[in-house]
């Protein structure tokens, strides 16, 4: 008996577990746009079996609060920076129609069975703010309180945003996609290190003594 029986290893498998995924998917899907409906979002996408239902800012608190009827579980909270001046890493891929924004991520989940949502909201990133959950769920206090320190988001309600773990005389906020980082210019970001090849091994000649030693065993 095979230890994995349900990975695919005929066309037919691989066919028959396609369909079944797009099954999962439009199920998700259709579990997505029925929450949306339910709590006034503006949209849903689901992908790699993950959905993200898309919140008006201006209603992050009020949709957040609601879904909690359905997803009592606050997992974490955390944003994206989509910019256009990228100083470390990789350059932006179609840089002329990146939208530059911020996009704040709450995950919300269920304590009774596998559903569970990211929720996003799109923020200007030349101004950003939003409205704070910790008024409503205490525990988004230190993932507010990161998210201003790492991205420099104002969270309007939190009282307590004071760094995590910058010092206070600490200038920037390190996870913007702007911000450049010291270190780098000490060390190249990895992927444009030159590397050395391997050394050849030497080519070794046999002797005198080695060929007569294999003579003598052959005869």
């Not at 879904?67 to 890493?89: Q, T, Y």
């Not at 991520?105 to 799109?122: K, P, Y």
């Amino acid at each position: 008996m095979s230890d994995t029986p349900d990975t695919p290893t005929t066309e037919t498998d691989v066919v028959e577990a396609a369909e079944h995924d797009g099954v999962e998917t439009g199920a998700l899907q259709q579990w997505a746009d029925a929450l949306v409906e339910e709590l006034g979002a503006l949209g849903s996408t689901v992908e790699f079996d993950t959905v993200r239902i898309h919140v008006d800012p201006a209603r992050w608190v009020e949709t957040i609060n609601q879904a909690r009827k359905k997803l009592e579980l606050f997992s974490w909270l955390s944003a994206i920076d989509w910019s256009k001046d990228v100083e470390v890493g990789d350059p932006v891929d179609d840089v002329d129609t990146l939208e530059e924004r911020f996009e704040v991520l709450c995950r919300l989940s269920s304590v009774e069975n596998a559903d569970g949502a990211i929720f996003v909201a799109v923020i200007d990133r030349e101004n950003p703010f939003i409205d704070s959950l910790m008024p409503t769920i205490g525990g988004a206090e230190w993932h507010e309180r990161e998210a201003h320190e790492m991205f420099g988001i104002d969270f309007v309600g939190n009282t307590n945003l004071i760094p995590l773990y910058l010092p206070d005389d600490f200038i920037g906020n390190p996870l913007l996609k702007s911000y450049p980082l010291l270190s780098r210019e000490v060390k190249p970001w990895p992927g444009d290190v030159d590397v050395e090849p391997m050394p050849e091994l030497p080519e070794i000649e046999a002797t005198d003594d080695v060929e007569s030693d294999t003579e003598g065993e052959e005869s």
